[in-house]
């Protein structure tokens, strides 16, 4: 009887021409109630995808803020269209989706979809936290994943050769080869100590990769993540706007290097701005790349401006390519880079590394600072005189030994009361910062003296000095996780 009771509600769930919110609660729900308003929750996520799995209309999936979903598998959502996943109530946490950590497999599955927004929730555990799945050849579009926190997403099986099990907090991938995937949005995120932040493959046997084109990846803050940061391969008209990647390094040797930006094949145009990459590390002295980023294989078209990357282990960016040619039409342009490719013993060293003759492009109006002795600005072993780039307007200073000035980051500390301060021992500098993991700007909000009021929920606060007259100095984080009544500080080493 009951199993026919739950058979009529999920048919009524699908085949009813209105919107329908559903809601679920761990707390306070039951698999026996309706599920359709905060009053009556289902309790599981297993029993609110048996009812919604194939609904074809503009609904809602909400989870109760301040709850804990664990899941000894992933929670698998099938052939949904205009849903969105959310949340619902008063608390300040999100609602957290956890496995155990290792955990083989996705978190939260979402598979043959179209119209999908994630929003407002927390993802812990699994070999990928959010995986968007295609099986059947069509086309789908319109994805956003917004103000979520994804923690502790780590593969299995790591191979320190191939890289073939890393976990990603975000990832898109097909069984088959042509499935085409269309804007989508990944916007104001946290992620942090997973593997990877976003790829459009999946680590299982059987999978491929999803061309993803029209994709906007903008004001995520990524910390204290390993191996490949963000994989931009196979894709096209792609933007990545105003994140900061602060302090990721690999907990492994992997031996064809790291980077928090890599890309791949990318055509058309694509625009990398306004981002802050720090403190890119690598697993250890001698080991391969651990540069910003890396122009790994064949792009074309891409606008890399407005960026600042500062104290990467290897080159600030690589431009590699796999063939001699390859990596063309390139424009560098309004970055700064400060102490980058200093620590690189290998050729992938300096603040620019020219890898493979024949890359072309325009390298305009950059800036390189370094106060340490024999950083280049530009590696041009491999490519001597770079005679495909036209060079206009770099200032390069403090290079081989002359004095720069650079101010220090700003000391922070946690009161009892949970109020963050902060000051800057440099005099003549201005504290400005974020709290949507974007980079810190002249036009930010001032930090304020009296201290930051912190809440219950994980929050990026970016801090940065900046001088009255001059370039903007390096940043700090501060991550407030949710469980604890103290917050963490954390603070990059």
């Given at each position: 009887m009951r199993l026919a009771l739950i058979c009529i509600i999920a048919q009524s769930f699908a085949q009813s021409a209105e919107s329908v919110d559903i809601y679920v609660s761990?707390?306070?729900?039951?698999?026996?109630?309706s599920g359709i308003s905060p009053a009556s929750p289902f309790q599981t996520l297993a029993r609110a995808a048996q009812v919604a799995n194939g609904i074809l209309r503009e609904s809602s999936i909400l989870l109760l803020r301040g709850d804990t979903f664990l899941q000894s598998s992933a929670w698998f959502l099938q052939s949904l269209r205009n849903v969105q996943i959310g949340s619902y109530g008063s608390a300040m946490r999100r609602p957290r989706i956890t496995r155990e950590v290792p955990a083989s497999g996705p978190t939260v599955t979402v598979d043959n979809s179209s119209g999908?927004?994630?929003?407002?929730?927390?993802?812990?555990?699994?070999?990928?936290?959010?995986?968007?799945t295609f099986g059947e050849s069509a086309e789908y579009s319109n994805f956003t994943v917004q103000d979520c926190f994804f923690n502790q997403i780590s593969g299995l099986h790591y191979n320190a050769s191939s890289g073939s099990w890393w976990g990603s907090a975000i990832a898109f991938a097909a069984t088959h080869s042509g499935v085409q995937v269309s804007q989508v949005t990944i916007a104001h995120n946290l992620v942090n100590g997973s593997d990877v932040f976003y790829s459009n493959s999946v680590p299982y046997a059987g999978w491929t990769r999803a061309y993803v084109t029209h994709l906007l990846i903008a004001s995520n803050a990524i910390t204290s993540n390993s191996y490949n940061t963000l994989f931009l391969d196979t894709t096209s008209f792609v933007s990545v706007l105003n994140n900061v990647f602060l302090d990721n390094r690999p907990t492994a040797l992997f031996t064809a290097g790291t980077t928090d930006i890599i890309m791949g094949t990318l055509n058309a145009s694509n625009v990398l701005a306004g981002n802050e990459l720090s403190g890119r590390g690598e697993f250890q002295p001698g080991g391969p790349d651990g540069c910003a980023i890396d122009f790994e294989t064949n792009a074309t078209g891409v606008s890399f401006t407005d960026n600042y990357i500062s104290r990467s282990f290897g080159a600030g960016a690589m431009i590699f390519g796999h063939v001699t040619g390859s990596n063309t039409g390139l424009l560098l342009t309004n970055n700064t880079f400060i102490n980058c490719g200093c620590q690189q013993t290998r050729d992938d060293h300096g603040a620019i590394a020219f890898m493979r003759p024949g890359s072309s492009g325009l390298l305009s109006d950059n800036i390189f600072l370094s106060t340490i002795h024999g950083c280049e600005a530009l590696n041009q072993a491999h490519d001597p005189g770079i005679p495909g780039w036209v060079l206009e307007g770099n200032t390069i200073s403090g290079v081989d030994g002359a004095e720069v000035l650079v101010a220090s980051p700003p000391l922070l500390s946690l009161l009892p009361n949970r109020t963050l301060t902060a000051s800057s021992p440099t005099p003549g500098t201005l504290l400005h910062f974020t709290l949507d993991g974007s980079r810190p700007r002249k036009d930010s909000p001032q930090f304020p003296a009296s201290g930051l009021e912190l809440t219950d929920r994980a929050t990026p606060v970016f801090i940065k000095a900046f001088w009255s007259a001059g370039l903007p100095q390096g940043s700090e984080v501060v991550r407030v996780e949710s469980e604890s009544a103290g917050g963490i500080f954390a603070p990059p080493e």
């Open positions: 761990s707390s306070s729900g039951s698999d026996t109630n999908i927004t994630v929003s407002g929730i927390e993802v812990v555990g699994g070999e990928n936290g959010l995986a968007f």
